[in-house]
């Protein structure tokens, strides 16, 4: 016998209109790329939005169409989010920190018919377009006529709106229409596009807004710094709204002085970011001496979280919660939430859960296997590699059958490549991606937990640790640091540091220094790049 509940579908258009009718006079605060502060309600969003959809649709845009987007965190974007996935279409955003190559791959292969660019990306197209679709137009995201740049453009975004009247309903389609198409930046072969529908990011923004895993309150005052062109920024721009939160748009500029005029000017209370950003942002506090007076908690999450950066932000008052996810996973599946019988522990214990990558949220399957696919137990020392399946998770690339059929089980288990442990309480712990592994003489070192030790030092500014080949032992790590400004720490004293947490095998036998290490697009530290600096050829697991 089936249930007698209305089968509404889970369409993304129905969070902005309940944003709109129930929290009408909310904030969407955006900070510009022409600088100024732009400030409107989600009522007048959705009344933005429904002008684009219809431009959109008389530009001939219709279902199933992949539209591009090339553009900063800003309110213009957030209506695209909105308009196109309203009208059935794609909206496909691209990660301008990619390289041209791979910029012009993902335009091909998702045959975007149309790209909406922020003024300062026009010289980046201009310079791609012999390269991208023929059929392929582009409109500036901007006022007025766009600045002259050697290249067709379509009227431009507000004289698109201007155009159009906010008389309009959303269409009502089946809520596995694709919505959203994004990228990873992969640092082996092709990109490939994890392809969401309505119902996943319908889905995977009620998840997250349960309190522990982003948690998300009409009190809050949210500000995704993951840009908005990395995972549909973390799913916040649908989380705010259908929470009814205000939410602030930091545009381009994430610097730590930007970023702590902003919070303090919209009384950010929460913000969400990679550890590369937190980490300036603590580095501005420390060194300026401000005191952030709204701003209670950080989500740090796309590369481990340093327990050092959560003990130094808790001085500002300031809790830091780890998540972890991937673009594959719309992106989020766990945080290192504490759970109440944590309460009782002391501050280092508690230190020691919250440095793990966390426990799922319900709704996202896991289990660890060895290589030969042998499900292994939750004791937190069992090692094997983490699969993840559940509503918000790929059950496949984007047009692409070869890496599909390389990632995704048949039964929907998908590869996420990340070594780890899970331990009795549900907490998994990463101790490497697969190609990054460190085996030394049989046993495995963790990269992520020597990196996390060496940043604990207080000269050291961001550490990496990779393998290099040893006849004797296999692998041993070497260890390379950015120290901060005008610092230098001492070999020795580094390494005694290290040597206070771990076996003598697991130290690195050399430390050197860089001026700054190589970051991916998504503000990960680069480490092909870096063994191609140090020579040292990778052959496992890639
Ligand atoms: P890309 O592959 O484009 O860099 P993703 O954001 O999809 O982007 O990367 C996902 C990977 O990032 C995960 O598989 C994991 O290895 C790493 N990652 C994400 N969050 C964390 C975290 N909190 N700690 C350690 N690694 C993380």
């Given at each position: 016998m089936l249930g007698m509940m209305s089968e509404r579908p889970l369409l993304i258009s129905s969070i902005i209109t309940h944003a709109a009718t129930f929290h009408g006079d909310a904030e969407v605060a955006s900070r510009t790329v022409e600088g100024?502060?732009?400030?409107?309600?989600?009522?007048?969003?959705?009344?933005?939005?429904?002008?684009?959809?219809?431009?959109?649709?008389?530009?001939?845009?219709?279902?199933?169409?992949?539209?591009?987007?090339?553009?900063?965190?800003?309110?213009?974007?957030?209506?695209?989010?909105?308009?196109?996935?309203?009208?059935?279409?794609?909206?496909?955003?691209?990660?301008?920190?990619?390289?041209?190559?791979?910029?012009?791959?993902?335009?091909?292969?998702?045959?975007d018919r149309l790209l909406f660019v922020d003024s300062t990306f026009l010289p980046l197209v201009e310079r791609l377009a012999p390269r991208l679709p023929r059929d392929c137009r582009i409109v500036a995201l901007a006022e007025g006529e766009a600045p002259p740049v050697g290249l067709p453009l379509l009227p431009s975004y507000e004289t698109l709106l201007a155009g159009e009247d906010d008389a309009f309903e959303w269409p009502e389609f089946d809520e596995r229409t694709a919505a959203a198409l994004c990228y990873t930046s992969g640092?082996?072969?092709?990109?490939?596009?994890?392809?969401?529908?309505?119902?996943?990011?319908?889905?995977?923004?009620?998840?997250?807004?349960?309190?522990?895993?982003?948690?998300?309150?009409?009190?809050?005052?949210?500000?995704?710094?993951?840009?908005?062109?990395?995972?549909?920024?973390?799913?916040?721009?649908?989380?705010?709204?259908?929470?009814?939160?205000?939410?602030?748009?930091?545009?381009?500029?994430l610097d730590g002085a930007s970023l702590y005029e902003l919070f303090e000017s919209e009384g950010v209370t929460y913000a969400l970011g990679v550890p590369t950003i937190w980490l300036g942002f603590e580095s501005y506090l420390s060194s300026s001496g401000k005191?952030?007076?709204?701003?209670?908690?950080?989500?740090?999450?796309?590369?481990?979280?340093?327990?050092?950066?959560?003990?130094?932000?808790?001085?500002?008052?300031?809790?830091?919660?780890?998540?972890?996810?991937?673009?594959?996973?719309?992106?989020?599946?766990?945080?290192?939430?504490?759970?109440?019988?944590?309460?009782?522990?002391?501050?280092?214990?508690?230190?020691?859960?919250?440095?793990?990558?966390?426990?799922?949220?319900?709704?996202?399957?896991?289990?660890?296997?060895?290589?030969?696919?042998?499900?292994?137990?939750?004791?937190?020392?069992?090692?094997?590699?983490?699969?993840?399946?559940?509503?918000?998770?790929?059950?496949?690339?984007?047009?692409?059958?070869?890496?599909?059929?390389?990632?995704?089980?048949?039964?929907?288990?998908?590869?996420?490549?990340?070594?780890?442990?899970?331990?009795?309480?549900?907490?998994?712990?990463?101790?490497?991606?697969?190609?990054?592994?460190?085996?030394?003489g049989g046993e495995w070192i963790s990269s992520i937990d020597l990196e996390n030790a060496a940043v604990a030092h207080q000269d050291v500014a961001e550490a990496a640790v990779i393998a290099v080949p040893d006849a004797r032992w296999g692998e041993r790590p070497l260890l390379i640091v950015a120290s901060r400004p005008g610092c230098r720490p001492e070999r020795e004293a580094l390494l005694e540091l290290l040597a206070r947490q771990f076996p003598k095998w697991m130290l690195p036998d050399e430390v050197v220094w860089v001026e700054e290490l190589p970051h991916t697009a998504t503000g990960k530290i680069m480490k092909t790049r870096l063994r191609e600096m140090f020579g040292i050829p990778k052959s496992s697991g890639q």
């Open positions: 100024p502060i732009q400030r409107y309600t989600y009522r007048d969003a959705e009344r933005r939005m429904k002008r684009l959809a219809k431009a959109l649709l008389r530009l001939g845009i219709g279902r199933g169409d992949r539209v591009g987007t090339l553009a900063w965190s800003t309110h213009r974007h957030f209506e695209l989010y909105y308009a196109i996935s309203g009208i059935g279409a794609v909206c496909h955003t691209i990660n301008p920190r990619l390289f041209d190559e791979q910029i012009v791959y993902i335009v091909n292969h998702a045959a640092t082996t072969g092709h990109p490939k596009g994890a392809l969401y529908s309505h119902r996943s990011t319908v889905l995977h923004a009620f998840a997250e807004s349960l309190p522990d895993a982003i948690g998300v309150s009409a009190r809050d005052v949210v500000c995704p710094v993951v840009p908005l062109f990395h995972v549909c920024g973390w799913g916040i721009p649908f989380a705010a709204p259908m929470n009814g939160a205000k939410l602030v748009l930091p545009g381009p500029r005191r952030c007076s709204t701003l209670q908690r950080l989500l740090s999450g796309g590369s481990a979280v340093p327990p050092s950066m959560v003990t130094a932000f808790a001085c500002h008052g300031i809790e830091v919660r780890q998540g972890w996810g991937m673009t594959e996973m719309s992106p989020l599946g766990t945080t290192a939430a504490l759970k109440a019988k944590h309460r009782a522990l002391d501050p280092q214990a508690q230190l020691a859960v919250q440095a793990k990558q966390g426990r799922p949220l319900y709704g996202v399957e896991m289990k660890i296997v060895d290589d030969e696919g042998h499900a292994q137990p939750h004791d937190g020392k069992s090692m094997g590699e983490l699969l993840v399946r559940g509503p918000w998770i790929i059950s496949g690339y984007f047009a692409d059958e070869a890496a599909t059929r390389a990632a995704v089980e048949p039964d929907g288990w998908f590869h996420t490549g990340d070594m780890v442990t899970i331990d009795p309480d549900g907490y998994m712990q990463i101790a490497d991606r697969r190609k990054d592994v460190i085996k030394s």
